[in-house]
């Protein structure tokens, strides 16, 4: 298995522009979380779903962020717009349901600069 | 789920044991110790969990005292690949699926 897929791996855009992020998880698995780290705050969960529906959005920081998963395979975390605060690295990770215990699979994650 | 308190930064030699401390005593009944590393640049990696008895698989050991309260990740013969961050958090398996990490352990390896 390829593992968690994100793209793009780097990001730089100008303060006011959308940005959206790409997430394929590991397929079969269940769960998507979208995290976010910065030096400030550290590895902060924002959103994640369960079999594509949002189960908990409550990390997301205001309304400029919005998460969508259509199908199994895929998902994107938009900001609209973009301010330089927001820049960071965001990871995607998955997990199966099924799992007996709470692993899981993250991306390598992609490195957002907003000028 | 329970906080838990980890040194902020360890060194230690090439090929030895490294073995980083981690404090959950507020941990309650059904709460597991779930370890997870981030090495640089890249996203984080579950170690290893356990519950209340000494677990070990090809990464790692994990001992938890008997009271529960507090744990050791052993990584047994510690290499350069092993420098990252560690975390220690402490969750029930099912019903909470939110990882909340900590500031963790920079753990580095000396040669």
């Known amino acids: 298995d390829a593992g968690v897929i994100q793209s793009p791996r780097h990001e730089v855009t100008e303060m006011g522009q959308e940005v959206t992020l790409r997430c394929k998880p590991i397929?079969?698995?269940?769960?998507l979380f979208w995290y976010r780290q910065t030096m400030m705050r550290g590895l902060e969960l924002l959103i994640y779903f369960n079999n594509n529906v949002p189960i908990d959005d409550s990390g997301m920081p205001e309304d400029r962020f919005s998460a969508k998963m259509p199908n199994a395979s895929f998902s994107t975390l938009k900001i609209q717009p973009s301010e330089p605060r927001d820049s960071a690295v965001y990871f995607c990770?998955?997990?199966?349901?099924?799992?007996?215990?709470?692993?899981?699979?993250f991306g390598p994650g992609t490195r957002l600069t907003v000028l | 789920d329970a906080k838990t308190t980890q040194p902020p930064s360890m060194d230690c030699a090439e090929g030895r044991a490294a073995n980083l401390p981690c404090n959950h005593s507020?941990?309650?009944?059904?709460?597991?110790v779930y370890w997870y590393r981030q090495i640089h640049s890249q996203g984080p990696q579950y170690i290893i969990h356990g519950l209340k008895n000494n677990e070990t698989n090809e990464m790692a050991s994990l001992i938890i005292t008997e009271d529960r309260k507090s744990s050791t990740l052993i990584l047994p013969h510690a290499t350069l690949r092993d420098t990252a961050v560690y975390y220690c958090?402490?969750?029930?398996?099912?019903?909470?699926?939110?990882?909340?990490f900590g500031t963790g352990t920079r753990l580095t390896i000396i040669p």
């Open positions: 397929s079969g698995h269940d769960y």
């Open positions: 507020t941990i309650s009944g059904n709460e597991y």
């Open positions: 990770a998955s997990r199966r349901l099924d799992s007996s215990y709470n692993e899981q699979f």
């Open positions: 958090i402490a969750l029930p398996n099912f019903g909470n699926e939110k990882l909340t």
